[in-house]
């Protein structure tokens, strides 16, 4: 049993991150671990975040969707959790994955308001309306994960439609997104020297080269951009590098995003042997994974053009502005490199496409895959013996 958690918090370990690039939503650790309706089990549980992200990657019909939780230091000493959830809690603390603070939901909602994210809370904010006056005005951006006869599922708290499609960061946050930052207190793992706070949501983005670009966005203390975790004023360390954020889709489905930087390349293809190489294999059909080669495609952002290099053995395609017409398929034969415009999509093999996440609304995905897949068992037993 213990062995099945600790796989199910693999998993979720995979889709937290404070990178302001990929997470896709905002949700206070602390709350989400007591939500007990979900499963009528322990007063606190890990699994518990399984439960909303997978309701959050149902609701957006992708997979690998990212959440970027805040947590109030006081959970990493809670004793409703079991030692091994307050260890993990605490190591996703030290890898940057999660912002552990003393006022998790004030900055929660900063960083919705920044980053342009819907918040996932049961929490009324009545006293946070004049702050944030999108709480009332768009009422599909805070979304409370709750029971419903399908399941877990996120409903809009103000009722209405529950869907929140963001435009990306605010005009402020876009300002703080645009430089980096770095924290005085020696160590400080979102703003330190080793750069960002991101880049570990997904297991083969090793942690241990984080790139800068991840940096989640400093919190504003009378207008001072700060560190939400030691409350010190940050100083600018100079511009930003350009990202890019791309999605990979396989037969219609977005399977799931990644960023290329102006100081980090991608590479793409069925295993790629680099560390932050996209690996595509468990998507890929036979016939696929024989045409696509180990390293297919490279992403590269140079001088702001994001530049698609072919490595394959087999070639690849665009299609200029999205187009499936096949008359507009353009080649991009082994070793030959493209700009690529707004809407192009690089082809890899007859419906394995990589494109700007802004090309697709919807991911797709009917049934996404699950953070809980090796929980089911777990969770009556949970509820047999709290
Ligand atoms: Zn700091």
Redesign the pocket.
């Known amino acids: 049993m213990r062995f099945e958690i600790s796989k199910v918090l693999d998993a979720i370990e995979g889709r937290v991150c404070t990178d302001p690039s990929l997470a896709r939503a905002v949700l206070d650790l602390a709350e989400v671990v007591r939500y007990t309706d979900f499963d009528g089990g322990r007063p606190a549980s890990m699994l518990r975040l399984g439960i909303v992200i997978d309701a959050l990657s149902r609701q957006l019909e992708e997979d690998s969707v990212p959440v970027y939780p805040v947590v109030h230091r006081a959970l990493l000493s809670d004793a409703d959790l079991t030692s091994n959830e307050r260890m993990v809690v605490r190591r996703w603390a030290d890898d940057g994955l999660v912002e552990v603070l003393p006022n998790p939901v004030e900055r929660m909602l900063e960083l919705a308001d920044l980053l342009g994210l819907p918040v996932l809370s049961r929490m009324r904010f009545d006293g946070m309306l004049g702050r944030y006056p999108w709480l009332s005005s768009q009422p599909g951006r805070l979304l409370a994960p709750v029971n419903s006869p399908n399941g877990p599922t996120l409903v809009a708290q103000a009722g209405g439609k529950a869907v929140w499609t963001s435009p990306g960061p605010s005009p402020t946050g876009a300002k703080l997104l645009s430089r980096l930052w770095r ?1 005085p ?1 020696p160590g ?1 793992v ?2 330190g020297d080793g750069g960002g706070g991101g880049g570990g949501s997904f297991a083969d983005l090793a942690r241990s080269d984080r790139e800068p670009g991840g940096q989640p966005p400093p919190t504003l203390r009378g207008g001072a951009p700060s ?1 939400p ?2 409350d ?1 004023r940050l100083t600018d360390a100079g511009p930003r590098p350009d990202a890019e954020v791309l999605s990979v889709r396989v037969g219609g489905q977005v399977r799931r995003r990644f960023v290329v930087s102006a100081d980090r390349p991608v590479m793409v293809g069925r295993a790629p042997e680099e560390s932050g190489g996209v690996v595509l294999g468990q998507w890929l059909s036979e016939e696929a994974r024989r045409w696509i080669s180990r390293n297919h495609v490279r992403f590269e952002l140079r001088g702001g053009d994001l530049v698609a290099f072919d490595v394959s053995t087999n070639g690849s395609g665009v299609r200029p502005g999205g187009s499936m017409d096949e008359d507009d398929r353009i080649a991009l034969k082994q070793q030959a490199n493209r700009v690529l415009r707004g809407g192009d999509i690089v082809e890899l093999y007859p419906g394995v496409q990589i494109g700007r996440s802004s090309n697709w609304t919807s991911g797709g995905v009917i049934n996404p895959t699950s953070v809980m897949a090796e929980a089911p068992t777990m969770a009556m037993r949970v509820i047999e013996r709290p």
């Open positions: 924290c207190e400080c979102l703003f560190c975790r030691h010190r």
